[in-house]
């Protein structure tokens, strides 16, 4: 599985940005998806994710009502939107593909959990 992240840039606190991440390869719509993030200086951490079949989402409470997380099983996307963005939210934002589940495994917040990584999308929350 190869997973390609894009929509990243430098945004104003309150702005929104739309991340999408593009996956390739095979058993793709049999993994959960999700997003991380790393801000300089921190450890990596669980954003949100979704699950293989796109009913079930989870998000990290530091973004909950703010970020949406969704799926295109027809275009092999997922997408991150993400409003009413505030200079902590600026991070580089990676994609992950969880190892493969069932259509009712418990959603993984953990990056061990997850077996495939994109290169990442630089999000800036900046005045």
């Known amino acids: 599985v190869q997973l390609q992240a894009s929509g990243g840039g430098s945004v104003q606190p309150g702005g929104s940005l739309r991340l999408s991440c593009a996956a390739s390869?095979?058993?793709?719509?049999?993994?959960?998806m999700a997003w991380f993030r790393q801000a300089p200086g921190k450890e990596r951490e669980f954003v949100a994710v979704i699950s293989r079949g796109g009913s079930r989402t989870l998000f990290n409470d530091s973004v909950k009502g703010r970020f949406t997380i969704s799926r295109d099983t027809d275009k092999n996307t997922v997408y991150l939107a993400m409003n009413s963005l505030k200079p902590e939210d600026t991070a580089v934002y990676y994609c992950?593909?969880?190892?493969?589940?069932?259509?009712?495994?418990?959603?993984?917040?953990?990056?061990?959990?997850?077996?495939?990584w994109g290169p990442g999308t630089q999000v800036t929350v900046s005045s």
């Open positions: 390869g095979r058993t793709r719509s049999s993994r959960n």
């Open positions: 992950a593909a969880s190892k493969i589940v069932i259509l009712t495994a418990p959603l993984q917040v953990t990056s061990d959990d997850y077996e495939y």
